[in-house]
């Protein structure tokens, strides 16, 4: 079924590959994998943040019927190979390194800690299992905030370290930062909070591991980014060779970043499947998906703001303190990201930053879809708190700060080149399209009837992949690859290390490959989710429009050359007079020349060629993001704050987005939407909340609120098109610009709803109850 | 052990059972229909809905011998196989879904308000979808999918 008349596939909102299957019920996810044998595994939890573990006594569980398996973190550490979480050791954190086992030994870290696996032939017997463990407990004072864990006093939760700090103190200036601040008309100091909020993906974690004792392969079916990462962090714990472990994935319920490395939970998993040799499958309930996944964010910002009178934001300097959580994952690599971007696209022309990572007994830091967000939220808060102090229009203050589009580009005071960015047109767009002057003129008529409406406005940048590096791409966010091969049956394969979980690539490089390769859509196959036959890959950082798409485009036309020169012998003629048209091979111009591509393929696959001729029309390809370039955009809410109950509804919202050329307009505009739906949730209702003895708060969906169908209005999308960088791929990544920039934009808008009781926000999260303590605490204007 | 006798998508299953065992599970597990996915195992999410004697219900908050005698439908009987029905053709159009995961619950609420309410505007559709979370689309192409769904519906 050829679905569009369309000249090219790319640019234009083709029907999902993906629906019919997820439509049905066909959609295959790690919980519906069986496996002949497969028993199942639940994990015994710690109920304290932090606590000395004195004994554990699994006697009565494995006596109990159906209770195949009980480990201990003692009996898993004599497993296993020690080291830190396998991303940290990939990525590089650079701070001290704290050592732990996969499950708990002599401490508990946090409320949910894992202390001991059950295995059993359903997970209603492990449960049961579970029930039986006993765990005798001995408690240590809790450090359950940053501020504690900075306190040289407070008892370290990882003893190799002596104290809390996982990212030592670090201090980087660009620019002249003292004279900046010596010479600004005004400084201005702000103190901002992130608070703690998480993924949530609708499919928590899960894994089901084997192990083949003849060959001594281990087969993990895994719900994760990539299937490669998964690979080396289970290869690295169970101490084999990487090509002892294949990893399959297929369908993914969303991830977020939840799913980009491999957690304590899997690689116990499989440890124990190695144990009693057969297969086990473990999936998170909601709880422990709530609890232990993971947390994000949970950032403090001491803010120093040098400006001049007339609203030249001229310098900042900021002081950033990131908790971590236990078992530091990524939270450390952070700081250095939120360094980067903080200048964001503007003409900021100093820029002192320090920042310090600390560990305390909560869940661990993990990505959440543009982990280093916040560099957002504090630059585009900071802006409108000037524009009010100084009485500018929150437009007006960022027109006047952006940096011009001029050639060569203007360069970030930390150092990357702004090109291609359309800053100044998005925000043109966005104010354009809600009609600001109209906006303020209901604003006094409602306010004069005692409603409340408000209006905010945010911009971003995104690295997606962002501008060409003079060192070149490197490491895992590095080089993209891709195998490509013509199959006997006409079909083009792709062969990627992607690993969808929403992102739709089965439809969207498909629709590259076809229009470069010369085949109608459904003729082209995208294969994914198996370490034995994709490459190296993983799918995150919004990177893969670009890295996928574009080596997808280049491998399609270097696998177009080699069918092209293969068929020029079968065809007689030579291959530059040969073309590709709608899945038949053709000399140009004569129709009756035309030979099917599956046809090529089948005279390829007989073999009967002489050795000047090579007959495997398969490439392997690889991009290095060509001259990449920058994502962004600009939104605008408008929302209504109910000064009675504290609720606040988001009337209107509008982005304006420049993502380069689209792939498929209905995938870019479904990325930001959710995006903007995530961030409208973390302002207004998500958070991971501790008591302060570190007891958990939000581990069900009636503590931990996401926004439903009733709280997210219509979202209205422009697209702008940068001028093309680059001859061919100018695809640029839209997966977290959305939840980057929906937080400052809702929270600029009900501080903008709140101007006549001289509310000032300092914070992102703002349920009713905090709106109506910042009423009750302000003095009305 | 309890034996159980409920009629899935059109067939006949008898199946010996736990009394603790949920519905969900028993599809899941015991009749290998996977496609009623568990999201969160305290009736909140939506992830797991299925339709009961004409009810949309939490497959997930029902045991399975409570189903006992009733005629279930899950997703997988929703159009024949291979085919989309109209709601499902209709979501696919508006490019509604994302990840998929939720996308069963979805489907099964939206078809049982649908044939309630056929008339329904976008409101009060998403009043009947917001006890269903997606976390990937922000909502707006699962309504669109609903309201072209009813569109047609009323067309046709």
Not at chain 1, 282 to 304: I, P, Q, Y
Not at chain 1, 636 to 662: F, H
Not at chain 1, 691 to 706: E, I, R
Not at chain 2, 131 to 141: F, K
């Amino acid at each position: 079924m050829t679905q569009i008349a369309a000249e090219r596939y790319t640019g234009a909102s083709v029907k999902r590959s993906e629906d019919p299957r997820i439509l049905t019920g066909g959609g295959r996810y790690v919980a519906d994998v069986k496996l002949p044998g497969m028993l199942h595994a639940a994990f015994v939890r710690s109920p304290l943040a932090h606590a000395r573990v004195l004994a554990v006594d699994v006697s009565a569980a494995r006596a109990l019927p159906g209770v195949v398996a009980v480990l201990t973190g003692a009996e898993l550490e004599a497993m296993t190979v020690p080291g830190p979480d396998p991303l940290l050791a990939l990525m590089g954190g650079g701070g001290p390194t704290p050592e732990y086992t996969l499950l708990a030994t002599d401490k508990v870290r946090f409320a949910g800690d894992p202390v001991a696996i059950v295995v059993a032939e359903s997970r209603y017997l492990a449960e049961d299992g579970c029930e039986l463990v006993e765990v005798d407990y001995a408690d240590l004072p809790p450090v359950v905030s940053a501020g504690l864990a900075l306190d040289a006093g407070s008892p370290p939760v990882f003893a190799n370290l002596g104290d809390n700090i996982v990212g030592p103190h670090k201090r980087s200036e660009f620019g002249d930062v003292a004279g900046t601040f010596a010479a600004a008309d005004r400084v201005a100091e702000f103190h901002i909070d992130v608070h703690r909020h998480q993924n949530v993906p609708m499919e928590g974690r899960g894994c089901i591991v084997s192990h083949d004792a003849d060959s001594g392969i281990v087969t993990v079916h895994a719900a994760t980014q990539s299937v490669h990462i998964t690979r080396m962090g289970v290869a690295m714990r169970l101490g084999i060779e990487q090509d002892k472990v294949r990893v399959l994935a297929g369908d993914i319920g969303g991830s977020f970043g939840l799913k980009i490395g491999v957690s304590r939970e899997e690689l116990a998993v499989a440890a124990a499947s190695r144990a009693v040799g057969r297969p086990v499958k473990w999936v998170e309930d909601r709880s422990e998906n709530l609890s232990a996944s993971g947390h994000a964010r949970e950032e403090s910002f001491d803010v120093r703001a040098a400006v001049s009178k007339d609203g030249d934001l001229l310098g900042l300097d900021v002081k950033m303190v990131i908790d971590t959580g236990a078992y530091p994952v990524m939270g450390t690599m952070v700081p250095a990201i939120i360094e980067m971007m903080l200048p964001g696209p503007y003409k900021l022309a100093a820029l002192g930053f320090e920042s310090t990572a600390v560990t305390t007994n909560k869940a661990s830091y993990v990505a959440y879809r543009g982990p280093w967000a916040s560099e957002t939220f504090v630059r585009e808060r900071v802006l409108d708190l000037l524009a009010k102090d100084l009485g500018l229009d929150p437009l007006e203050i960022r027109l006047r700060n952006v940096a011009p589009r001029t050639d060569p580009p203007f360069t970030m005071i930390t150092g990357r080149p702004l090109v291609g960015v359309t800053t100044k047109e998005s925000l043109e767009r966005v104010a354009h399209a809600v009609d600001i002057p109209a906006f303020r003129r209901r604003q006094a008529e409602e306010r004069a009837r005692g409603r409340y409406l408000g209006i905010g406005l945010a911009t971003f940048i995104e690295g997606a992949p962002g501008p060409r590096s003079p060192e070149g791409p490197s490491g895992p966010m590095g080089l993209e690859f891709m195998r490509l091969r013509l199959a006997e049956d006409g079909v083009v394969t792709l062969f990627t290390g992607q690993m969808p979980h929403g992102q739709s690539h089965q439809t969207t490089l498909a629709q590259i490959a076809a229009d470069e390769f010369g085949v109608p859509f459904e003729q082209v196959r995208v294969v994914v989710g198996d370490s034995d036959v994709v490459p190296f890959g993983l799918t995150g950082g919004s990177r893969s429009a670009t890295m996928t798409g574009g080596v997808t485009l280049h491998g399609a036309r270097q696998l177009k050359a080699k069918v092209l020169e293969f068929a020029s012998h079968l065809m007689e003629a030579s291959a530059r007079d040969l073309e590709i048209v709608d899945g038949e091979v053709l000399v140009r111009g004569d129709p009756d020349s035309a030979m099917t591509v599956a046809e090529v393929a089948r005279q390829a696959a007989s073999g009967q060629f002489g050795s000047d001729v090579d007959p495997d029309l398969a490439v392997e390809a690889s991009y290095d993001g060509g001259e990449g370039g920058w994502s962004g955009g600009s939104h605008c809410a408008i929302v209504e704050v109910d000064v009675e109950t504290g609720m606040v509804k988001v009337e209107r919202y509008v982005a304006a987005e420049d993502c380069g050329a689209l792939i498929n307009p209905a995938v870019v505009e479904g990325q930001i939407r959710g995006g903007i739906a995530q961030g409208i949730g973390a302002v207004l209702l998500e958070r991971s909340a501790y008591d302060q003895d570190g007891n958990y708060q939000s581990a069900t969906f009636m503590d931990y609120l996401l926004p439903t169908a009733c709280d997210i209005p219509r979202i209205e999308i422009e697209h702008l098109e940068t001028v093309p960088l680059d001859a061919d791929v100018n695809f640029r990544g839209v997966g977290e610009g959305g939840m980057i920039v929906a937080p400052p934009t809702v929270v600029n808008a009900i501080e903008d709803a709140l101007t006549p009781f001289g509310v000032r926000i300092y914070e992102q999260h703002l349920p009713p109850a905090r709106i109506l303590e910042l009423i009750a605490a302000s003095t009305p204007a | 052990m309890v034996d159980i006798t409920v009629r899935v998508n059109g067939a006949t299953h008898a199946g010996s059972v736990e009394p603790r065992m949920t519905l969900s599970d028993f599809l899941r597990d015991d009749l290998d229909l996977t496609g009623t996915h568990v999201g969160c195992e305290h009736g909140a999410c939506g992830a797991c809905t299925v339709i009961v004697d004409g009810r949309a219900v939490r497959s997930c908050l029902m045991l399975a011998v409570q189903a006992a005698g009733s005629e279930v439908t899950t997703i997988e009987g929703l159009a024949p196989e291979g085919t989309l029905g109209p709601l499902q053709q209709a979501m696919r159009d508006s490019h509604s879904f994302q990840c998929g995961f939720c996308t069963p619950g979805f489907v099964m609420q939206a078809s049982a308000f649908l044939s309630a309410h056929p008339d329904a505007g976008e409101q009060e559709i998403r009043e009947a979808l917001s006890g269903n979370i997606c976390r990937c689309t922000g909502y707006q192409s699962i309504i669109d999918g609903v309201l072209l769904a009813a569109r047609r519906g009323r067309e046709a």
